[in-house]
């Protein structure tokens, strides 16, 4: 019995038994993309909507969308027979992805080390997959165009285009960028990590704006931007809730920054949900007046209170969640990344100014009234050109700007009366937290 005893201690030494949560992570992405390939539509042809072939575009019977396309279009025989071979191919692609992915998932219960390998290999597979449909539905629109005497252009051929990928899709690509370069650690368990309970607070001298903070500028002002347009050319926005969440991990990364040596306790995660509850709460508060909201202000007072990282997770989460209660559309990821960036720069430019500057409260005033007249609804008004799809033109947008600006005037209005009243009062409470508990510290 010892001898038993001691075998299998050795082997926990080696690696772990059971399913460890951080291996399931990659185990769950590969679910997930395993029920996209076989559960939902990759491909959407928008001329089809009311017709027999409307809910074709599943990976595993895209001969049904060649079908519709040649019952729609007067297409010539050779193309419907070349489209039918190119999705046989595919299908066969498909169950590859299933097999690599099913095995990955069994090898990941049993060594999950040397599931790493395969892992791998599952992961870029998929993405190969999202790849190969792109290619198909892009000659097929080509084909389309020149049938119809219209120019290749990148907008035929993305917002104008015949047949256009769902975020089913482009999931397979989401989650391979997020597993795949963690893929080893995630799966290696042989560590017994010690539980962390609480962080001992040390005050550190307040250096100013730092490497990491710059870092999460960039990718604010790059990816979330990216990802947002993807939508618009490639979505069509008709996945208003993939990009959302796109949005949603891209804007926790900076936040997570924020604990760079060390781990996050809970009631640092607590606040933030907290703050973006408020932000929800206020705003559906005054849902009579229109613009006339609460939002903004607290989600300035979330940044400079708790720092520029969480002032703009606080802005997406509050524009994501709010809108189920006003409906979500292809204008939520805008106003996710309008609310956050005013958050991110109202915690850059009043951080740690509090008591530091003369007459801080009209400072803090003037920029929530600013940043939500000029960003915000600068913002808002461009994503109401492109939602409105009539003419992408300096004139469209010339109008939609001077058409928004009274209620943009009124938006800031209510924002410079919400930071007068409520600014120092929150601003003292979360201060006061933050020293007590040791949260959220450089």
């Known amino acids: 019995m010892q001898g038993k005893i001691k075998r299998l201690e050795a082997r926990d030494q080696k690696q772990a038994r059971g399913m460890d949560t951080q291996a399931m992570i990659p185990v769950l992405a590969m679910v997930v993309e395993l029920v996209s390939m076989l559960g939902f539509r990759w491909v959407s042809v928008p001329d089809l909507r009311y017709s027999p072939y409307a809910k074709a575009g599943m990976l595993g019977k895209l001969e049904e969308a060649a079908k519709g396309i040649a019952w729609n279009y007067q297409v010539p025989e050779a193309m419907t027979q070349a489209a039918d071979q190119a999705a046989g191919y595919l299908r066969i692609g498909m169950a590859v992805s299933v097999i690599l992915g099913l095995c990955f998932i069994l090898l990941a219960f049993q060594v999950k080390v040397k599931a790493k390998r395969l892992g791998r290999l599952a992961f870029l597979w998929n993405t190969g997959m999202t790849a190969a449909v792109l290619w198909w539905a892009t000659d097929t629109n080509m084909a389309l165009n020149l049938l119809e005497g219209r120019e290749n252009n990148f907008m035929n051929l993305t917002i104008y285009s015949h047949v256009q990928l769902t975020a089913a899709a482009y999931l397979q690509i989401v989650l391979a960028l997020l597993i795949v370069p963690f893929l080893g650690k995630l799966l290696d368990t042989r560590k017994e990590y010690a539980a962390e309970y609480y962080q001992t607070r040390v005050e550190t001298k307040d250096t100013g704006i730092g490497k990491r903070t710059i870092l999460a500028f960039v990718l604010i002002l790059t990816a979330i931007p990216a990802v947002i347009f993807f939508g618009i050319f490639f979505l069509n926005d008709r996945s208003d809730y993939f990009i959302s969440m796109c949005i949603i991990i891209l804007s926790m990364l900076p936040f997570f920054l924020v604990f760079e040596n060390r781990?996050?306790?809970?009631?640092?995660?607590?606040?933030?949900?907290?703050?973006?509850?408020?932000?929800?709460?206020?705003?559906?508060?005054?849902?009579?007046?229109?613009?006339?909201?609460?939002?903004?202000?607290?989600?300035?007072?979330?940044?400079?209170?708790?720092?520029?990282?969480?002032?703009?997770?606080?802005?997406?989460?509050?524009?994501?969640?709010?809108?189920?209660?006003?409906?979500?559309?292809?204008?939520?990821?805008?106003?996710?990344?309008?609310?956050?960036?005013?958050?991110?720069?109202?915690?850059?430019?009043?951080?740690?100014?509090?008591?530091?500057?003369?007459?801080?409260?009209?400072?803090?005033?003037?920029?929530?009234?600013?940043?939500?007249?000029?960003?915000?609804?600068?913002?808002?008004?461009?994503?109401?050109?492109?939602?409105?799809?009539?003419?992408?033109?300096?004139?469209?947008?010339?109008?939609?700007?001077?058409?928004?600006?009274?209620?943009?005037?009124?938006?800031?209005?209510?924002?410079?009366i919400f930071l007068a009243v409520l600014g120092e009062p929150m601003l003292a409470k979360l201060e006061r937290i933050r020293k007590k508990y040791g949260i959220l510290e450089p």
Request: proline letters at 4%; charged letters at 10%; one cysteine or more.
């Open 263 to 416: 781990r996050p306790q809970a009631r640092e995660v607590v606040v933030i949900a907290v703050m973006a509850a408020l932000a929800v709460a206020g705003r559906a508060a005054f849902f009579m007046l229109p613009q006339f909201k609460p939002t903004a202000a607290i989600v300035i007072i979330a940044g400079v209170g708790l720092g520029a990282e969480a002032g703009f997770l606080t802005g997406a989460l509050a524009g994501f969640v709010s809108n189920f209660f006003f409906g979500q559309g292809p204008w939520t990821p805008w106003q996710m990344f309008a609310f956050g960036i005013v958050g991110f720069l109202g915690g850059l430019i009043f951080r740690r100014k509090r008591g530091k500057w003369k007459h801080f409260r009209v400072w803090l005033c003037i920029y929530g009234g600013l940043s939500v007249l000029i960003i915000y609804g600068f913002l808002l008004d461009t994503a109401s050109v492109f939602m409105g799809m009539g003419g992408i033109n300096k004139a469209a947008f010339l109008a939609m700007y001077a058409s928004g600006f009274p209620m943009n005037v009124i938006h800031g209005s209510a924002t410079v």
